[in-house]
Each structure stands twice: as structure tokens, then as C-alpha cells.
């Protein structure tokens, strides 16, 4: 209520300010005492009703987007206003008691429709459903593409990423040596071979050296390239690439999100569209849509598969380059920079990345800057923590190779979301809650 008052007065101020000095003025030319007293209490009446009429106009325009629920205040402010005007200026009184009923109708009728149990009020943002059932290949591999990089043509810019987040470990250029995850240039036709390989045990899953055999209970195994590619996807640990399983597991756990589950969280639609894009952006033909569908569901389980898919907005989201701009809260920077895939997190859910080690800051911190073999420049757990998301390779922890941290989060997340992650970093200790996420 002060608020609104204050808001309806910062609107009006030189409008009422208007006023009073005009009432001063004419306040001085009456003489007869009765009058006298009668005009200033007309007056006080007069601006009170101004400062309510300006604060039913800031009311409307500050809650018109965000908080529609409350807009009836005005029209209940506005009632207020032509009746007691109707009281105590005759002269048009009349008047104002039509308008006052009119708005007290509107105001009755839509605060009755607010009381009313609703999800949400006021217009709720146009919603992009991408049907990519109906799309042309070419279609489908362009939302591939926004949902591997953030946007059209973005494949050619370096270090750019998207929902899909798999440029964090892979590389995608013909050439380019990749320490993290293998290249996925030429993976359709690699694919093929890889069902030959040795680990792939293709007709005897039950053998395959996997911590995982099957994606899930009598699912089987792939059978060809597009089968899997789907089950890279949605079963990593099923058959782990020689030299790219977490560290320490022999090969045995594979690194890798799985695609359709939280985080990243693709749809069976999207699933498809990035497939596409694989195979088309090599000039190959990609298998038809319902083919590619029909990979998945050997591998996803009913109950597993997503199928409303998500707006456009999501797809696109990291595109123009920045990853978090600090406005968010500290879950969402490490949804958004793809940290989560990468490391646990305590508190935070969905990070459950094995790549690099437990971020277990406020403990692991000092002992870092302790290690003998540290070169870097922090003093501090707040400096060292900041340092290692910056420059990831002025210390590389024990045991941890060397470039696998993304080196371009100092571009991607703005000073602040930096600030907030190593605040909230600083803080995990061995032993301890983690603290609350905002
Ligand atoms: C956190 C790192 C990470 C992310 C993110 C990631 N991958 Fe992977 N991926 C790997 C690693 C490591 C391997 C190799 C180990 C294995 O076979 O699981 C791999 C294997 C694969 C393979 C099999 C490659 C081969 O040569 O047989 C495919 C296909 C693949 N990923 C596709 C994707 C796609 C598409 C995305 C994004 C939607 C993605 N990955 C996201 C780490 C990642
Ligand atoms: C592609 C995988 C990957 C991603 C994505 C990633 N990291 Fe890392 N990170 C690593 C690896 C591997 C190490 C260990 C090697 C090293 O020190 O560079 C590491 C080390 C660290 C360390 C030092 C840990 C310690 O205990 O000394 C911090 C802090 C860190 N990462 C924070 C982050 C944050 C914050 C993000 C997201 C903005 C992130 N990382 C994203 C792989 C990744």
C-alpha cells in the first residue's frame, strides 16, 4: 500500500504540486470565513482524490505485465475517486455517479473473476510448438543445429553452444582432435563399425565389459548405425569408446550425459532433429523421421521419453554467445554453462558430472594452493576458485588431464554469474550441508 502511494505520488507529484499552488492562490482571495473553510476542505478532498487517481494509473502500468492479478486495485481506486467526487462536488455529481457505478461494475466483475482459483492470470507468452514430425530434413537438421550450437550457422563459430551442450566435449570439425570425447565428424558411417568392435559384443550384451549392458532390461543392443548412434545417446555407459571412460573406470563408465534425461533433457523430436542435422551436414541422406523415432524407443522406455517438446526460446538460448548473465540463480549458471556435466555439485540438482573432480571448494581449495606443485596465483579459496573457472590450466589437479575444462568461460558467463558460482562454491566443505541455493 506505501509503495503504491509512493508510486502514485511520483507519477502525479508535479500535477498535484500544480494544484496545491493554485488552491493557495484562490484560498487568498476569499474572505468570508465560512467559504474560507469550506473551499479548503473541497481542496484537501480534490487532492486526495488526484493522489488516488494517480496511484490507480501507476498501479496499471507497473503490474500490466508482470502481475495482472492485482490490476483490479485501480478500477477499485478509480470508483473510490468519482464517488466521493460525486459527494462533495455537486456541480457534477451527476456525472461522476454514472461513471463511479460503471467502474465499480468492472471492478466488482473483474476482481470476482481474479478471486476466481486460476493457474495464471493475463496473457501468457506466445509459446513456439515446433511440430518436427512434419518437417523436411533440411527443417529438422537446421533445429538440430540450434540445438547442438544455440542457432542456424552457429556449427562454424568456435565455442558456441546449446541446449544439447554436446560442443562441451565434442568437436564437431573434420580434423579436429578432441581429448574429451571423440569427434563426431564422420559418425554416421563410423557408427557402423563400431558394432564390430571388440567391447561392442553386439549378439551377447551380457559379456560387453560395461558397467551397464543394456539401456534398460532386454532393450538389446544396436544393429545398426542409426540404432547406435541412439543408443550413444541414451545409454552411454552401455558401450564406452576405448580411452574416453571416466577416469579410473577402465573404460568401464562412460562420462557422457545422458541426452534425454535431466539435465539436458532432449525430446524424442529433438533427438531426431540433431541426428538429422549429423547426417545432412556431411552431405549424407538422414534416415526418415519415424526411422530415426524409432531408434530411441528401443532405448527409452515409455516412461522415459519426453515428448511435448519445448519452445524455441530454449533451443536458442545460449546463442549470441553468453552463457549466464548473472541475473539467474546459481543452479541455473551451472545448468547453463554446462558445468553440471562435467562435475557433482553438492546442492545442486542434476550435477552429477564425472569428468572432473567433486567441486568440493571450500575443502578442496586450500589444499590445492598448498600442493607443491601449484604455479598459479591465488592466495585465497575465493582467488583459487576463481582462477581455476578462468584459466583452467594455471593448476591442473592431480590425476586430471589438462584441457578438458572448457578455457572460454571468462567470454561466456558475465563477471556476476562468475561471482555468484565462486561464492557458492567457496562455501562447500567436506562434512558439511551445502547452503541453500537462493
Ligand atoms: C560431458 C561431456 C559430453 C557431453 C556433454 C556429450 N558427450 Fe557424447 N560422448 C562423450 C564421451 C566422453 C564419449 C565417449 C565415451 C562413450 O562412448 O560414451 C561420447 C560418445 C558419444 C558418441 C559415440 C561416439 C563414437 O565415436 O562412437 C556420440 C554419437 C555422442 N557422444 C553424441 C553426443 C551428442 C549428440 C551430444 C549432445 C546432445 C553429446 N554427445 C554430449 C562426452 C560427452
Ligand atoms: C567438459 C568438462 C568440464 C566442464 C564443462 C567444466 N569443467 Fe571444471 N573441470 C573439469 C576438469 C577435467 C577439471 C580438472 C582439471 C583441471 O584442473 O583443469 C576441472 C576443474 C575445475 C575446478 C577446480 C577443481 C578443484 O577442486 O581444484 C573448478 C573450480 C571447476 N572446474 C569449476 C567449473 C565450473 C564452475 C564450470 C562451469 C562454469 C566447469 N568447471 C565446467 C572439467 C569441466
Not at 541414451?234 to 557422457?256: H, Q, R
Amino acid at each position: 500500500m506505501l509503495e503504491l502511494i509512493g508510486a502514485g505520488f511520483s507519477l502525479g507529484w508535479p500535477v498535484l504540486a500544480f494544484l496545491v499552488c493554485l488552491i493557495i492562490y484562490f484560498q487568498a482571495s476569499i474572505s468570508d470565513p465560512v467559504q474560507k473553510k469550506n473551499a479548503t476542505f473541497k481542496a484537501i478532498i480534490g487532492i486526495f482524490c488526484g493522489l488516488l487517481a494517480f496511484m490507480a494509473i501507476a498501479n496499471y502500468t507497473k503490474n500490466f505485465n508482470d502481475d495482472p492479478g492485482v490490476l483490479p486495485v485501480s478500477l477499485v481506486l478509480i470508483t473510490a475517486v468519482t464517488f466521493v467526487m460525486s459527494l462533495y462536488f455537486a456541480n457534477i455529481g451527476a456525472l461522476m455517479k454514472i461513471g463511479g457505478f460503471m467502474f465499480f461494475v468492472a471492478a466488482a466483475l473483474s476482481g470476482y473473476g481474479n478471486w476466481l482459483p486460476q493457474v495464471e492470470g493475463g496473457f501468457p507468452p506466445p509459446v513456439v510448438k515446433l511440430d518436427f514430425q512434419s518437417m523436411s530434413s533440411q527443417q529438422l537438421g537446421d533445429e538440430g543445429e540450434k540445438i547442438i550450437f544455440g542457432g542456424l550457422g552457429q556449427s562454424k563459430v568456435q565455442g558456441a553452444i546449446g541446449k544439447g551442450q554436446c560442443p562441451l566435449c565434442h568437436g564437431f570439425q573434420k580434423g579436429f582432435l578432441s581429448e574429451r570425447a571423440p569427434n563426431l565428424f564422420d559418425i554416421p558411417a563410423r557408427a557402423k563399425t563400431r558394432l564390430e568392435e571388440p567391447n561392442y559384443h553386439m549378439n551377447d550384451p551380457a559379456s560387453r565389459p560395461s558397467v551397464q549392458k543394456e539401456s534398460f532390461e532386454g532393450s538389446g543392443t544396436a544393429t545398426n548405425a542409426q540404432e547406435y548412434i541412439a543408443e550413444s545417446h541414451a545409454c552411454p555407459n552401455c558401450y564406452v569408446v576405448p580411452g574416453f571412460g571416466v577416469k579410473g573406470s577402465n573404460d568401464t563408465e562412460s562420462p557422457m550425459p545422458i541426452i534425454h534425461k535431466a539435465p539436458i533433457s532432449l525430446a524424442m523430436g529433438e533427438l531426431a532433429a540433431v541426428d538429422t542435422w549429423m547426417y545432412i551436414r556431411e552431405g549424407l541422406e538422414a534416415p526418415a523421421y519415424d526411422e530415426i523415432i524409432a531408434s530411441y524407443e528401443k532405448f527409452i522406455p515409455e516412461g522415459d521419453r519426453i515428448t511435448a517438446t519445448d519452445d524455441e526460446e530454449d533451443a536458442g538460448a545460449a546463442a549470441g554467445g553468453v552463457l549466464a548473465t548473472g541475473e539467474e540463480p546459481v543452479n541455473e549458471i551451472f545448468m547453463k554453462g554446462g558445468c553440471v556435466a562435467c562435475h557433482i555439485i553438492p546442492g545442486i540438482e542434476g550435477a552429477t558430472g564425472k569428468v572432473g573432480p567433486v567441486l568440493m571448494e571450500g575443502t578442496n581449495a586450500p589444499n590445492r594452493i598448498k600442493d607443491a606443485g601449484y604455479k598459479g596465483n591465488a592466495t585465497s579459496t575465493k582467488e583459487y576458485i576463481t582462477e581455476s573457472i578462468l584459466n583452467p590450466s594455471a593448476y591442473v589437479v592431480t590425476d586430471y588431464p589438462d584441457n578438458q575444462m572448457p578455457k572460454d568461460f571468462g567470454k561466456k558467463l558475465s563477471a556476476g554469474a562468475v561471482n555468484k558460482v565462486v561464492n557458492y562454491l567457496s562455501q562447500l566443505k567436506e562434512g558439511q550441508d551445502p547452503p541453500p541455493v537462493e
